[in-house]
């Protein structure tokens, strides 16, 4: 899941990243992290999440219930990607609505390949459309055109980037999205990493958010895998971000 809306974690396990010292495999990165990678699905093959998550800004919580994510390898360095979620927000008078969310269709492209034995990193433009399934949801579909980048040093993988949305419809606002994670790979099944991102206003009169969170990834075997992040606003903290999370089941094929 790849919703800006979604942000991230605290400093406290920043310590055990720094202080692991084992040399094993770089990660991948991608969910449960808010800022994305530039790293494709290899052809042929899907990567697919079934997740919840869920942020509480403005006094409200909110998020999916659950979704899905499918990511497949269409072509050498082109990732196809398709996420369809069941959301949930408050319900006038009280209560919670659930209800289709917005589907996202997106195409990953690396245009540059790392060099593992020198500096360059690996790029990749993703850009993606958010459609609304709701006809009672009053929203327009919207897009995303970010630019992806990341380089690995041993166990250590670094990733970011940013880019603009398109967000149309009465009170909305374009707005810019950016973001910066780092990774360890901690043993040869875990790995975990904190992140750091920010969010323009998307809405006329709305406030600038910027969030800090953790994130982990755990192998249970070669297919499958658990993901998660839990993230907090450390810019307008109650207005955009008091808390979220993203929890997903991940499995390859």
Known sequence: MRRIDVPLRRLRGFAVLVAATLSTAPALAGPPFATDDPEPTPHGHFESYLFTAGQRAGGNLSGSAIGVEIDYGAFADTQITTVLPLD????AGG???FGLGDAQLGV???FIEE???GWRPQVAFFPSIDIPLRASSGK???QF??????KSFGAWTTFGGGGYWNN????????WFSGWALLRQITPAFTAGVELFHQTPDTVGGKDSTSLGLGMLYDLSDTFHLVGSFNTGIQNHEATNAYSYYIALKWTT
């Not at 949930?88 to 319900?91: F, K, Q, V």
């Open 95 to 97: 209560g919670t609505r």
């Open 88 to 91: 949930y927000d408050p319900a």
């Open 168 to 175: 149309p419809g009465p009170g909305n606002r374009d707005y």
């Open 115 to 117: 060099d593992e034995d």
């Open 140 to 142: 327009n579909a919207r």
């Open 108 to 110: 990953k492209y690396r």
């Open 145 to 150: 055109f970010p630019v992806w980048a990341q």
